[in-house]
């Protein structure tokens, strides 16, 4: 019998075996490989020895079944003392920790874990044991993307939303009385929107944001809910059981008579939905503050516009008042300078009233026939005030001399050919 070469020295660099085919030996080269080859080199480079690998393979193992045990004890006492067939699917598959969020991968393995458990073999129980069905009915409607939806549509969930009155904090102005119940607007709304954003379509789902948020941030969100895409899915329990359907059209008028009922579900979530964001906007702290900016500036603008008009107005009236001050001015300085002169006018009518008594009186004693009542009325009308204080004067002074001036002013009113006529008359 041929033997086989004895193994390379530690170091060389080829292995080299001896083998004997149909009775003739040759050298072949062999190198080894594999993952056990990668395993062991791996070891030895951490100077870890194949026993250490394998307590390390046990250990994990261990720790496994230690966690697989925890798990399925914890979902026994999840179920325990329930009514199984009230539990949602992902309770029935001890799901509760990710619920909505369960992967595909999650969902396979809770339910090879907890099939077990619910196993004919193991509860002593036929195949249509109720609880057991529940999980293959589980398992079949939520590893259906489709059927999934409509199933985590129709599970419980809290639709309330803020009635929009509620007093909010960051919005007060005035003095609340001690029984008035304010709200925090983030603290009111945030967990609202985010019950509601599990619906999305699109992920992922920006947040309400706080009082520092970005107002660029702010709209974006509102943006984001006002175009809110929701998979939210109201076929589950659908109205009419299509599957009893005797025959195709009567399946087919269940299917439309379902979806149209569906599509009202749908329109009415959209409904509550657009309300959410329509009050959420509205009591929005951030937007109510930019709102109020462009209203005050808004405000100021239009003040200083009214400002710029009135001061034009007031500019323009003032110079009217002052004109008509000024005009009223004259008006009354004119008056009175009139009233002045006729007071003048009235006084010196009345001293030439005087100066004429007194040339009535002084030619009336002299008696002098060239100046007769006639001629004394016709040189009071005929000459100026000063003219005849003057002649009141020569006559007060002298009789004889004054009359001759008196003659001769007459004489230059009336002419020497009518003094002539008269005396003539006279002699």
């Given amino acids: 019998m041929l033997a086989l070469a004895p193994p390379p020295a530690k170091g060389a660099d080829d292995s080299k075996v001896l083998l004997g085919l149909g009775g003739y030996p040759h050298l072949k080269r062999v190198e080894i490989a594999g993952r056990s080859l990668h ?60 619920m909505f969020d369960a992967t595909p991968d999650q969902i396979k393995k809770a339910y090879h874990r907890v099939l077990i458990e619910h196993h004919p073999d193991k509860t002593l129980k036929d195949e249509n044991d109720p609880n057991y069905l529940a999980v293959q009915k589980a398992f079949n409607t939520l590893m259906d993307a489709q059927k ?69 941030d702010v709209t974006s969100f509102y943006n984001f809910w006002f175009q809110f895409d929701s ?59 930019v709102k109020q900016a462009a209203k005050d500036k808004k405000e100021n603008e239009r003040k200083a516009k009214e400002a710029a008009a009135q001061a034009i107005i007031d500019a323009a009236k003032k110079a009217e008042d002052e004109a008509e001050a000024k005009r009223k001015a004259a008006e009354d300085a004119d008056k009175a300078s009139k009233a002045d002169a006729k007071m003048a006018k009235e006084k010196m009518k009345k001293a030439f009233r005087k100066v004429k008594k ?40 002298d009789a004889a001399a004054g009359i001759e001036q008196v003659v001769q002013v007459l004489t230059g009113l009336r002419g020497d050919a009518y003094m002539q006529k008269k005396a003539a008359k006279r002699g």
């Fill in 231 to 289: 998979w939210r899915d109201f076929t589950h329990n659908a109205e009419h059981d299509v599957d009893s359907a005797e025959h195709r059209d009567e399946k087919r008028h269940l299917m439309k008579k379902n979806e149209a009922a569906a599509k009202k579900q749908k329109k009415k979530e959209y409904a509550r939905l657009a309300t959410l964001v329509d009050r959420a906007q509205a009591n929005d702290p951030r937007i109510r503050r």
């Fill in 148 to 216: 999934k939806r409509a199933y985590d549509s129709q599970c419980e969930f809290d639709e309330w939303i803020p009635l929009g009155t509620e007093k909010i904090k960051q919005n007060l102005t005035d003095a609340v009385g001690p029984k008035d119940k304010v709200f925090d607007f983030y603290a009111l709304y945030g967990p609202v929107f985010e019950r509601n954003a599990r619906f999305s379509e699109v992920k992922p789902v920006p947040s309400l944001g706080d009082d520092e948020t970005p107002l660029d």
């Fill in 39 to 98: 395993k062991r080199v791996r070891n030895a480079a951490r100077g870890r020895s194949l026993s250490m690998e394998s307590n390390d393979g046990n250990d994990a193992k261990a720790i496994a079944k230690a966690q697989e045990a925890a798990v399925l004890d914890a979902y026994r006492k999840s179920i325990k003392g329930k009514q199984f067939l009230q539990l949602t699917m992902y309770q029935q598959l001890g799901l509760t920790d990710v």
């Fill in 358 to 397: 007194q040339f009535r009186e002084l030619t009336e004693a002299i008696d002098d026939a060239r100046v007769d009542i006639d001629e004394t009325e016709f040189i009071c009308e005929s000459i100026e005030m000063d003219q005849m204080t003057s002649l009141n004067e020569a006559l007060a002074a």
